[in-house]
């Protein structure tokens, strides 16, 4: 486990909102390793912690959390978040006020899907890695407010490497601008930093198999499409950039290989 300390200033009320739903989220999940922050969040405090020059400042309006299928089968999330005033609004999703929670459990099926646990909805996500043994990054989160209070609050994310598969999967889903920007950021973190800084990066292998096979391919599937440059153009980020950093920090998928490597984390 790697352990970093972050501040952030709020400049909006939106900002108020989303790391408010933090500090709720981190409460419900208090003691329930098998958990973590994603989406949004992860990439801002992952660019908070590990600072480039050349990342896209992420903003979001709710707050991400992925558990085990066995804790969002035992509905404790679910209560806590109740006890703490949410609403659950839809399926996995938690309302209180201006603040939104989503919960997201792991797909079993390799692919996003809705999982059913405890006679309860969830989106379910690929490449997501929650076993408490799996290297992680604790953050403590010290946030100013706009009326001028601080919230502290220590949230578990995934490391950049576990980060890039999740925001890889969801490209091939949606490919959504903020995805877009999220990998960018991601990749210039793994360009800047050592390895072991960051919590570890076998994406630079050729040849493993598993998920990191799978980012491989859909990373270099991105590399030479026209498509793909006018997707970054319209993201503002230059195209060359782009594959640079990939083809710097991932490994070209080769299926003559692929057996030779196993799937370690």
Avoid at 214 to 224: A, E, T
Wanted: glycine letters at 8%; aromatic letters at 6%.
């Amino acid at each position: 486990m790697l352990s970093a300390a972050v501040q952030d200033v709020c400049t909006s009320a939106a900002d108020d909102a989303s790391y408010r739903a933090l500090h709720d989220a981190a409460l419900a999940l208090d003691g329930l390793s098998a958990s973590r922050v994603i989406g949004g969040h992860m990439v801002r405090l992952l660019h908070l912690a590990f600072p480039t020059d050349s990342g896209i400042a992420r903003r979001t309006v709710d707050a991400d959390v992925a558990v085990s299928t066995e804790i969002a089968a035992g509905n404790e999330v679910h209560r806590r978040l109740l006890t703490l005033g949410y609403q659950a609004v839809a399926g996995n999703r938690y309302v209180c006020g201006d603040r939104v929670i989503d919960l997201l459990v792991p797909s079993q099926r390799g692919h996003f899907a809705t999982e059913f646990l405890g006679e309860r909805a969830f989106d379910a996500v690929p490449g997501l890695l929650l076993d408490p043994a799996v290297v992680h990054v604790m953050l403590t989160v010290r946030v100013l407010m706009r009326d001028g209070t601080t919230e502290t609050t220590v949230v578990r994310v995934p490391t950049v490497e576990q980060a890039v598969f999740l925001k890889a999967n969801a490209l091939v889903l949606r490919s959504e601008l903020k995805d877009i920007q999220d990998l960018f950021t991601l990749l210039n973190i793994a360009n800047v930093y050592a390895d072991d800084e960051i919590g570890g990066w076998r994406l630079s292998i050729p040849g493993v198999l598993g998920r990191r096979g799978d980012v491989q391919q859909i990373l270099y599937g991105l590399v030479g499409s026209a498509g793909w440059r006018r997707r970054l153009e319209g993201a503002g980020i230059p195209g060359a950039l782009f594959e640079a950093l990939i083809r710097s920090r991932v490994a070209a998928p080769s299926p003559s290989s692929a057996a030779t490597i196993p799937e370690e984390d």
